[in-house]
């Protein structure tokens, strides 16, 4: 995981006096979102007018570090039940794959859990997530085809706490947040799974592609209206993904990344670590 893309400020402005628009429009092409932005630019222009460009990434760091929580606190299971942890989003994130790693991190951490194939709208992905949990060795739950996936993670709690497992892990399908249909279908899973625990889900977590930008935000802004979430899967982090987005959704949506994806691997995956994560990003 490298980002390195505060790197370029010190390129540009070493030695040279801050033209404040071209900082201004570098930093919103981090993708860190317009509000952190300016914080950052009306904090460096009260310092002084000659600031270098060490100080910029400085500034930038004590920003973003102070929206951050210190911590990440690992998932725990419940006494007596399945802790449920919705995986949503739109399509093309890396929500089945993540969904899977989930499943495998939990698993190197001694725990047990299941895995419902919640995306009855995609055949692939059933078989994608069959075939993740025979390697992993953990149990599925599978439905047909356009079979009613609310209904699938329903049966699959029921599964999970028969067999006393620890975490339920449902991949649900991708889905577009402008359509106001499919994410009423989504609300359905959440009432249907309140049915056996009130709390339930009691994880939702939205995975967001770093690669797309300011468009993740606004996916964020949705499906929080829609379905309520407790965190970010920030995945593409190996690639052309600036991780800029996730500093974006926290500080506008107070959405914290739980978990960062780094590759194609199972092992690709981890607990977010917000002093990695900036030290990277700058």
């Not at 979102?33 to 500034?59: C, F, H, N, W, Y």
């Not at 996916?219 to 407790?230: C, I, M, R, S, W």
Request: glycine residues 8%; aromatic residues 8%; proline residues 3%.
């Amino acid at each position: 995981m490298a980002f390195g893309f505060f790197r370029n400020i010190i390129d540009r402005f070493a030695g040279k006096a801050v033209d404040w628009d071209e900082l201004e429009e570098m930093l919103i092409r981090s993708d860190i979102g317009v509000p952190m932005t300016l914080q950052i630019v009306s904090d460096l222009q009260k310092r002084s007018d000659q600031v270098t460009a060490r100080e910029i990434v400085e500034v930038t760091r004590q920003h973003i570090e102070s929206i951050f929580p210190a911590s990440n606190l690992r998932l725990r299971p419940l006494p007596n039940r399945p802790k449920v942890v919705l995986i949503v989003g739109v399509n093309g994130t890396g929500k089945t794959t993540s969904a899977a790693k989930l499943a495998y991190l939990l698993k190197k951490e001694r725990h047990t859990s299941m895995l419902a194939a919640a995306d009855t709208f995609r055949a692939a992905a059933i078989e994608q997530l069959k075939i993740w949990a025979e390697r992993i060795g953990v149990e599925i739950v599978t439905g047909e085809y356009n079979a009613d996936p609310a209904a699938l993670c329903y049966d699959a709690y029921s599964a999970a706490y028969r067999r006393n497992l620890e975490f339920l892990i449902c991949d649900t399908a991708g889905r577009l947040h402008t359509k106001s249909n499919l994410m009423q279908e989504l609300g359905k899973v959440v009432r249907t799974l309140k049915k056996h625990d009130e709390d339930a889900p009691h994880e939702c977590l939205l995975v967001v592609d770093a690669t797309t930008g300011s468009n993740a935000l606004v996916q964020a802004k949705e499906f929080k209206q829609a379905v309520g979430l407790t965190g970010l899967i920030v995945t593409k982090l190996d690639g052309s993904g600036k991780g800029g987005i996730a500093v974006a959704i926290q500080n506008e949506l107070g959405l914290a990344p739980r978990f960062i994806g780094t590759g194609e691997r199972l092992e690709d995956f981890a607990y977010f670590d917000r002093d990695e994560f900036v030290e990277k990003l700058l």
